[in-house]
Structures are given as C-alpha cells and as structure tokens.
C-alpha cells in the first residue's frame, strides 16, 4: 500500500510466502519511493539505498553481497502493475513475480 509522506510515497508491503516443506508464513516490508531529477528512488525503510530506475529504463540491478536482485517493472496497465525478480547467487536462485492492483473501495 502507498500513502503519501513529506517526501514522497512510503510503501507497505505484506504476503503469504510459501516454501515446500514449510508451513505458509507472513511476510512484509517497508520501503519509501521518491523522485528525484526523473529517477524513482526506492529506499529501505531505515533511509538506505535500494534501487532506482527512470521512465525509459524500468529496470533496476541491487547487490546484496553475494546475491544479485534484477527487478524489472511493468506499469503498462496502470494502475495495475508488476515486479518481477530474477534472484542469483550462492545462495539464492528465484523468479519471484508480484502483481499489485489497487484496493477495493
């Protein structure tokens, strides 16, 4: 969910994450969108950097040492959107595809 801030738009995030062998659980994250000279900025809720990305590039690479985040963004069919996320490294190998639409009411 986004809700307008000071600076931008503070984003809330919650799912039910799924593993085999593993009962479902909650999963959630907090992260904060700018723009800032055409960019979209996307911080972790703590102020550190995340990623960015443009209107003409609507992808974005992030590092967490050792793993690589490579998100790319559809906007297409606004204001239904997606995310989708190829995970590499030592330890993590996922596609991970997340469908966002807006609330009812």
């Known amino acids: ?12 995030e919650t799912g ?4 085999p062998g593993h009962p479902p659980m909650t999963a959630e994250r907090r ?3 700018r723009e800032e000279d055409g960019q979209l900025i ?8 995340f990623h960015s990305f443009g209107n003409t590039t609507q992808s974005a690479t992030h590092w967490c040492d050792p793993d ?8 297409n069919a606004w204001p239904v959107w997606q995310s ?3 995970v590499s490294g030592p330890r993590k190998a996922y596609e ?6 807006p609330l009812a009411g």
């Open 16 to 19: 039910r994450l799924s593993l």
């Open 42 to 49: 996307i911080e972790f809720d703590d102020g550190r950097f």
């Open 84 to 86: 989708t996320w190829d």
């Open 31 to 33: 992260y904060h969108w």
């Open 96 to 101: 991970m595809i997340n469908s966002f639409r």
């Open 68 to 75: 690589t985040y490579r998100v790319c963004y559809d906007f």
């Open 1 to 12: 969910m986004f809700t307008p801030d000071r600076c931008g738009l503070a984003y809330h």
